[in-house]
């Protein structure tokens, strides 16, 4: 099996990824633990998915999520239905993989490991292991202890054999390739006529009753929204910082700790004169090379104030001649040493040269000298105390946010006892709907879902305190609520027959374009099946255009262009109905060997994927799978 991992060193680039990145929790990637007993999610042939994995695995898609999305990250983005049936499938796929590995008796040993890991470079020091290194890395990365990691390793080691040959089985053929990019990159040129709905309006009229039965049998569409007011009040660090106080000597302490990052380096300013040749040109070049760099110096010598013209015309400097030469201001450890040297030691006006880097000749004219500078204390006292304070409610947030979530629990009949203690400010919403809650709450669904709850809404008690955004929390209470009511029939009258109207123009407008869909199809001309086409448009396949829905985009590439023109139509976005008549069939050039080889691994990985998924599910026919629904659905 070590023979296996020797040959297909994929499966140590994944590894890597593995140390720097948190892992995922289904195929290759997985690290989730068994647990024995209930309660269980789902079972493989009687091998239980425990609760207690699932939690860890939701845990972990959480952490990951939290870290790609920052602010923007709402735990509740997890509370579906679907993303919980998505992850509880994962962790299926995973167990019939185990399962599959145990018959066909694939181990990894532990010499096996230990060679595979030594061999990992985030774990070598001049290109030994080094055990020491080896759990600072994990223990910095990803807060693992080295049994750990290796369990995790050893498990994602044992499924490969399992998974490699299948993704590995992923060849494109060359032809395919280049189908798929003609395909892909093929234009059509596409002219559009609309048979629009508005013009129908005219001739409908919708009468009371018809309108009062549509209101009886649609009744939820016409409801006016539960409604809430509320009070609430909102743990963040910003809270913390308007409370945090910082005196004069730890701005000036912090300052004189950190005066490096308020001062400016010195920059100079400077033109230069390149003649090029390389390091390991033949000697006869660089004394040419130095011969006509010595010729330049002697120009620019002679007339100064034609530097940047003589630099135009002989600098061998592409990005800097058109400049004159001017290659703007620039600080130590910027350029080459030799020409940072030369130029930091001169006066402003100085034509220095020839100075000799691995780029060749310069002659180089010094224009301007930025000294040091040192930003006073005053200047940036503002700044410093406003780190200082949020350093400090930094490090109070922890304890004062099990604080807040104390005290909204302990008293649950009001906010203000949080409030006070904390230095807060309880705030009042008027009436709201659950969307309008949700903007309150920033963005957070789970907050909404605790505001109307019973405990709340019926009891009046405190919501718990919720986390809204990273390092905020929020706590509500309901002041009043009204439950959602149907809008009277007369309020909604007009609304109704109007709707009603327009669904009728756009059935007598769709039901036009198809007619004259058909006369066209059966070689009518324009004016025959009485439309008007548009100027011709060139669309592409993967290119959202005014006018152009995506279904209208799908519609007009799956039409048969072995005839031109040819027709094809589609409901419009408007009601309408859009009939397209296809004139042009433009497909791209042969793509050239890059681009070939780009669209092959991307062919190449959607097999692959295609093949696994097959693969699983050839497992998963075979097996008795079952979800407890019940189990899954709990919170």
Same mark, same amino acid.
């Not at 001049?126 to 994990?138: A, H």
């Not at 963040?236 to 300052?255: G, H, I, K, M, P």
């Given at each position: 099996?070590?023979?296996?991992?020797?040959?297909?060193?994929?499966?140590?680039?994944?590894?890597?990824?593995?140390?720097?990145?948190?892992?995922?929790?289904?195929?290759?990637?997985?690290?989730?633990?068994?647990?024995?007993?209930?309660?269980?999610?789902?079972?493989?042939?009687?091998?239980?998915?425990?609760?207690?994995?699932?939690?860890?695995?939701?845990?972990?898609?959480?952490?990951?999520?939290?870290?790609?999305?920052?602010?923007?990250?709402?735990?509740?983005?997890?509370?579906?239905?679907?993303?919980?049936?998505?992850?509880?499938?994962?962790?299926?796929?995973?167990?019939?993989?185990?399962?599959?590995?145990?018959?066909?008796?694939?181990?990894?040993?532990?010499?096996?490991?230990?060679?595979?890991?030594?061999?990992?470079?985030?774990?070598?020091?001049?290109?030994?292991?080094?055990?020491?290194?080896?759990?600072?890395?994990?223990?910095?990365?990803?807060?693992?202890?080295?049994?750990?990691?290796?369990?995790?390793?050893?498990?994602?080691?044992?499924?490969?054999?399992?998974?490699?040959?299948?993704?590995?089985?992923?060849?494109?053929?060359?032809?395919?390739?280049?189908?798929?990019?003609?395909?892909?990159?093929?234009?059509?040129?596409?002219?559009?006529?609309?048979?629009?709905?508005?013009?129908?309006?005219?001739?409908?009229?919708?009468?009371?009753?018809?309108?009062?039965?549509?209101?009886?049998?649609?009744?939820?569409?016409?409801?006016?929204?539960?409604?809430?007011?509320?009070?609430?009040?909102?743990?963040?660090?910003?809270?913390?910082?308007?409370?945090?106080?910082?005196?004069?000597?730890?701005?000036?302490?912090?300052?004189?700790?950190?005066?490096?990052?308020?001062?400016?380096?010195?920059?100079?300013?400077?033109?230069?004169?390149?003649?090029?040749?390389?390091?390991?040109?033949?000697?006869?070049?660089?004394?040419?090379?130095?011969?006509?760099?010595?010729?330049?110096?002697?120009?620019?010598?002679?007339?100064?104030?034609?530097?940047?013209?003589?630099?135009?015309?002989?600098?061998?400097?592409?990005?800097?001649?058109?400049?004159?030469?001017?290659?703007?201001?620039?600080?130590?450890?910027?350029?080459?040493?030799?020409?940072?040297?030369?130029?930091?030691?001169?006066?402003?006006?100085?034509?220095?040269?020839?100075?000799?880097?691995?780029?060749?000749?310069?002659?180089?004219?010094?224009?301007?000298?930025? /000294? !040091?500078?040192? =930003? +006073?204390? &005053?200047? %940036? @006292?503002?700044? #410093?105390?406003?780190? $200082?304070?949020?350093?400090? *409610?930094?490090?109070?947030?922890?304890?004062?946010?099990?604080?807040?979530?104390?005290?909204?629990?302990?008293?649950?009949?009001?906010?203000?006892?949080?409030?006070?203690?904390?230095?807060?400010?309880?705030?009042?919403?008027?009436?709201?709907?659950?969307?309008?809650?949700?903007?309150?709450?920033?963005?957070?669904?789970?907050?909404?879902?605790?505001?109307?709850?019973?405990?709340?809404?019926?009891?009046?008690?405190?919501?718990?305190?919720?986390?809204?955004?990273?390092?905020?929390?929020?706590?509500?209470?309901?002041?009043?609520?009204? /439950? !959602?009511?149907? =809008? +009277?029939? &007369?309020? %909604? @009258?007009?609304? #109704?027959?109007?709707? $009603?109207?327009?669904?009728? *123009?756009?059935?007598?407008?769709?039901?036009?374009?198809?007619?004259?869909?058909?006369?066209?199809?059966?070689?009518?001309?324009?004016?025959?099946?009485?439309?008007?086409?548009?100027?011709?448009?060139?669309?592409?396949?993967?290119?959202?255009?005014?006018?152009?829905?995506?279904?209208?985009?799908?519609?007009?590439?799956?039409?048969?262009?072995?005839?031109?023109?040819?027709?094809?139509?589609?409901?419009?976005?408007?009601?309408?109905?859009?009939?397209?008549?296809?004139?042009?069939?433009?497909?791209?050039?042969?793509?050239?060997?890059?681009?070939?080889?780009?669209?092959?691994?991307?062919?190449?990985?959607?097999?692959?994927?295609?093949?696994?998924?097959?693969?699983? *599910?050839?497992?998963?026919?075979?097996?008795?799978?079952?979800?407890?629904?019940?189990?899954?659905?709990?919170?």
């Amino acid at each position: 099996m070590f023979e296996f991992f020797s040959k297909h060193k994929r499966f140590s680039q994944i590894v890597l990824a593995l140390i720097a990145l948190p892992f995922a929790f289904f195929g290759m990637y997985s690290y989730v633990q068994k647990a024995e007993g209930p309660p269980s999610v789902a079972s493989v042939d009687g091998d239980k998915v425990t609760q207690s994995e699932f939690d860890d695995a939701l845990r972990d898609q959480q952490a990951r999520a939290r870290q790609a999305l920052g602010r923007q990250f709402d735990p509740a983005m997890f509370d579906s239905p679907e993303v919980r049936y998505a992850l509880v499938e994962q962790l299926i796929n995973q167990r019939l993989l185990e399962q599959q590995a145990r018959k066909e008796r694939f181990r990894v040993s532990d010499d096996q490991l230990s060679q595979f890991i030594a061999q990992l470079p985030p774990f070598q020091e001049d290109g030994k292991f080094s055990p020491e290194k080896y759990k600072q890395v994990l223990m910095t990365t990803q807060n693992m202890t080295p049994p750990m990691f290796e369990q995790r390793v050893r498990a994602d080691l044992t499924l490969a054999p399992l998974q490699e040959p299948v993704v590995a089985a992923n060849i494109a053929a060359k032809t395919s390739v280049q189908r798929f990019l003609s395909l892909l990159e093929q234009q059509r040129e596409v002219a559009v006529a609309t048979v629009d709905a508005d013009p129908y309006l005219k001739d409908i009229r919708i009468d009371d009753a018809k309108a009062k039965a549509y209101y009886d049998a649609n009744q939820a569409a016409f409801q006016v929204p539960e409604q809430v007011r509320f009070d609430y009040v909102t743990l963040n660090q910003d809270a913390l910082t308007a409370q945090a106080s910082v005196d004069a000597e730890e701005v000036r302490r912090a300052y004189e700790s950190n005066v490096k990052q308020y001062s400016t380096q010195e920059e100079r300013q400077a033109s230069h004169i390149l003649v090029a040749v390389k390091p390991d040109a033949p000697q006869a070049e660089k004394d040419a090379a130095k011969k006509k760099a010595e010729s330049l110096l002697a120009q620019v010598k002679a007339n100064p104030n034609k530097f940047a013209d003589i630099a135009k015309a002989n600098s061998q400097d592409p990005g800097s001649a058109p400049q004159g030469g001017d290659l703007g201001s620039f600080a130590r450890g910027s350029m080459v040493k030799p020409f940072e040297d030369a130029v930091f030691a001169a006066k402003v006006g100085d034509i220095l040269g020839p100075v000799q880097t691995d780029f060749g000749y310069h002659i180089i004219k010094v224009t301007g000298i930025t /000294p !040091a500078h040192i =930003r +006073p204390l &005053d200047e %940036v @006292k503002a700044s #410093i105390e406003a780190d $200082l304070k949020r350093a400090k *409610a930094a490090q109070k947030f922890a304890a004062a946010a099990d604080q807040f979530q104390n005290l909204v629990y302990e008293n649950a009949d009001s906010l203000q006892p949080v409030a006070k203690a904390l230095d807060l400010k309880v705030q009042s919403a008027p009436f709201m709907t659950r969307a309008q809650v949700q903007q309150v709450a920033m963005g957070s669904a789970k907050f909404v879902e605790a505001l109307f709850s019973p405990d709340s809404v019926q009891a009046k008690r405190n919501t718990e305190a919720i986390e809204v955004a990273p390092d905020a929390l929020m706590a509500g209470h309901v002041v009043e609520y009204k /439950p !959602a009511a149907p =809008r +009277p029939f &007369d309020a %909604v @009258k007009d609304e #109704i027959k109007l709707r $009603l109207a327009r669904e009728a *123009a756009s059935e007598m407008a769709q039901k036009a374009g198809r007619e004259k869909l058909a006369l066209l199809e059966h070689g009518k001309s324009d004016k025959e099946a009485g439309v008007t086409f548009g100027k011709p448009v060139t669309l592409n396949r993967n290119q959202v255009q005014a006018n152009f829905t995506p279904d209208a985009l799908k519609t007009v590439f799956q039409t048969s262009a072995q005839k031109l023109p040819a027709y094809t139509g589609a409901v419009n976005e408007r009601g309408g109905f859009a009939i397209y008549k296809l004139t042009k069939v433009i497909d791209p050039p042969a793509p050239d060997e890059e681009k070939l080889k780009s669209a092959e691994a991307r062919v190449s990985d959607l097999v692959g994927r295609e093949l696994m998924t097959a693969y699983l *599910a050839a497992l998963k026919s075979k097996a008795d799978v079952k979800i407890e629904q019940a189990n899954l659905e709990k919170k």
